[in-house]
């Protein structure tokens, strides 16, 4: 959800992985991490309860990879990992509890998470067409120019709980992470795999 809003990032601590050794730069630069160095902030387990929806290629606001204010993504991305959580969006009533670089990890996708992105205020498709209201994350789920719109949207669909679920902010490093990289991936065709599943079975 490219949201061609500036906004401010809150200071968040950044440190180098363990294995990684090497200083970054801290996000207020707008600087993008290296790939080998690790995202680190304060790791509280502060659980809350939310709607969580997800957004991807074709239905991102306008379509593509855009996002709102990189923390550290040039572009909407990440493994899910504690190192290099996947993009998620929220709307701006939350910037003082989610602001932009916190991290939340996600236990039902088994998933880490962090704010780089703005809800739209609607969107024509996709699991959170209705807008991000409260409490509420809309995940990146992937996707890319060559996918098939129909195929990420199901994904989409397909994963969306009912109901508000347990969401973790500012979590601590360790926790079980499934299938790391996108929830949606285009192989194998012509429908993908969504969260680890073929999508044509």
């Known amino acids: 959800m490219t949201r061609r809003l500036a906004a401010i990032a809150s200071v968040v601590a950044l440190a180098s992985c363990v ?27 502060t659980n809350v309860k939310a709607t969580i929806t997800f957004y991807g290629w074709p239905d991102n606001s306008p379509p593509g990879n855009q996002i709102a204010h990189g923390i550290i993504h040039k572009h909407a991305g ?22 932009y670089g916190i991290k939340i990890y996600v236990p039902f996708i088994k998933q880490y998470f962090i704010r780089e992105d703005l809800c739209a205020a609607s969107r024509a498709s996709g699991s959170g067409s209705k807008g991000c209201y409260g409490l509420w994350f809309d995940l990146w789920i992937g996707g890319t120019a060559k996918s098939i719109a129909k195929y990420v949207i199901d994904c989409e669909l397909k994963l969306t709980p009912n109901g508000k679920v347990s969401v ?34």
């Open 78 to 99: 990440g493994d899910g990992t504690y190192c290099n959580p996947t993009t998620f969006a929220t709307e701006n009533a939350n910037d003082k509890q989610i602001p």
């Open 168 to 201: 973790i902010l500012w979590p601590k490093d360790g926790l079980p992470v499934a299938h790391p990289g996108p929830i949606y991936r285009d192989q194998p065709p012509p429908k993908g795999t969504c969260d680890g599943t073929r999508e044509n079975r």
């Open 19 to 45: 294995q990684s050794g090497t200083p970054v730069t801290p996000a207020a630069t707008g600087a993008v991490v290296k790939p080998q160095s690790c995202y680190v902030t304060k790791q509280t387990n």
